[in-house]
C-alpha cells in the first residue's frame, strides 16, 4: 500500500521560497501509469491543484502558479519536491502530496504551511 508524507517548514516570511518534500513508499515514484501531484487548499477554500511529475519525470504546472512553481524529484530517495517562489500570505495552505492514478488519488496527510512575517 502506498504511503506518502510531506515534509518541510510550517512557517515561511513573504517573499521567500516555499519547499516541501514528499516522501513515497510503498511505490516508486518511476512506475507507470502513476502521476505524483501537489495539491493545496487555502483557509475556507477549496482544493487548488498546483502540478504534478509524471512517472518520466516530466512536470506541469497549474497555469496560475506555473511562473512562480519548480518541481523536481529524487529517484534514489523516492521523493518528489515543491518549491514555490515569492509567496505571500495568499500562499498559505494545507499542502497534500498524492498519487494520481486513473482519477483517483492517494493522499499524503498535509502539511500546514503559513506565510506570515
Known amino acids: 500500500q502506498v504511503q506518502l508524507q510531506e515534509s518541510g517548514p510550517g512557517l515561511v516570511k513573504p517573499s521567500q521560497t516555499l519547499s516541501l518534500t514528499c516522501t513515497v513508499s510503498?511505490?516508486?515514484?518511476?512506475?507507470?501509469?502513476?502521476?505524483w501531484a501537489w495539491i493545496r487548499q487555502p483557509p475556507g477554500k477549496g482544493l487548488e491543484w498546483i502540478g504534478f511529475v509524471e512517472n518520466s519525470g516530466s512536470t506541469y504546472y497549474s497555469p496560475s502558479l506555473k511562473s512562480r512553481t519548480s518541481l523536481s524529484r529524487d529517484t534514489s530517495k523516492n521523493q518528489f519536491t515543491l518549491q514555490l517562489r515569492s509567496v505571500t500570505p495568499e500562499d498559505t495552505a494545507v499542502y497534500y502530496c498524492?498519487?494520481?492514478?486513473?482519477?483517483?488519488?492517494?493522499w499524503g496527510q498535509g502539511t500546514q504551511v503559513t506565510v506570515s512575517s
Open positions: 510503498g511505490a516508486s515514484i518511476t512506475t507507470i501509469p502513476y502521476y
Open positions: 498524492a498519487r494520481e492514478s486513473g482519477g483517483g488519488y492517494d
